[in-house]
């Protein structure tokens, strides 16, 4: 399994501020992923973190709002740019890993974001 | 329509009962399903995946009816800890990758 931490846990930031949230694996990993909560709603993905190159991002997301960086296999950090009040939300890294035979994915626990 | 559908619920279950529950996706080629499960203010996590043939663990039996396009979740001999939200999530790879999640069934086990 992989052990994953992001920080910060939660904030609150100003509308019109960035936020840049780091999430670190205890193991090194191919496939890194951000994804987003609502509150009351599923998870939506937001990119797929590349190692070595841009992330590849979903229908709906883009890099100016959402600029994530991979310098390595252990590590991630995804910015929210601008915020709004509609940004609130939780942000969540997860990762690919294998176990045995296959592979799960494992998620960090999550940063709470309030925008004011 | 959304890729994938779950009942909200809540499912209020009298411990010890049996709870069952489906979730229905949109895209026939879907390749792999599972069941995550997620705590008040928590992360996901993985409870099983659903193979072909149905599987079990433990108290859980995962369904998947790939001619109408729906997995299902039984729940035997309920918990209090089994209350949490069930978050339905099927990938069109046959690496995990991009996971499509469902908004989650709610069950409360109540004693």
């Known amino acids: 399994s992989a052990v994953i931490s992001q920080k910060p846990s939660r904030d609150i930031c100003q509308r019109g501020t960035s936020l840049t949230i780091q999430c670190q694996v205890d193991?090194?990993?191919?496939?890194m992923f951000w994804y987003r909560q609502q509150p009351g709603q599923s998870l939506t993905l937001i990119a797929t973190a590349n190692q070595g190159s841009e992330a590849t991002y979903e229908s709906g997301f883009v890099i100016d709002k959402f600029p994530i960086s991979r310098p390595n296999l252990t590590f991630s950090t995804l910015t929210v740019s601008n915020m709004s009040p509609e940004d609130s939300s939780i942000y969540l890294c997860s990762v690919e890993a294998r176990q045995g035979p296959s592979y799960e994915q494992y998620f960090g626990p999550g940063t709470r974001l309030t925008v004011t | 329509r959304k890729e994938v559908e779950q009942d909200p619920g809540p499912f209020n279950v009298p411990e010890g009962a049996t709870v069952a529950f489906n979730c229905t996706y949109s895209?026939?080629?879907?390749?792999?399903f599972f069941w995550y499960r997620q705590d008040c203010r928590k992360e996901p996590k993985l409870l099983m995946s659903?193979?072909?043939s149905g599987n079990e663990d433990g108290r859980f039996t995962a369904q998947l009816n790939r001619a109408s396009q729906y997995i299902s979740l039984l729940i035997r001999d309920s918990k209090l800890s089994d209350s949490a939200t069930y978050l339905c999530v099927v990938t069109l790879t046959d690496s995990w990758g991009k996971l499509q999640f469902g908004a989650g069934t709610q069950v409360v086990v109540t004693p």
């Open positions: 193991s090194q990993v191919t496939m």
């Open positions: 659903v193979y072909s």
């Open positions: 895209n026939s080629a879907s390749q792999s």
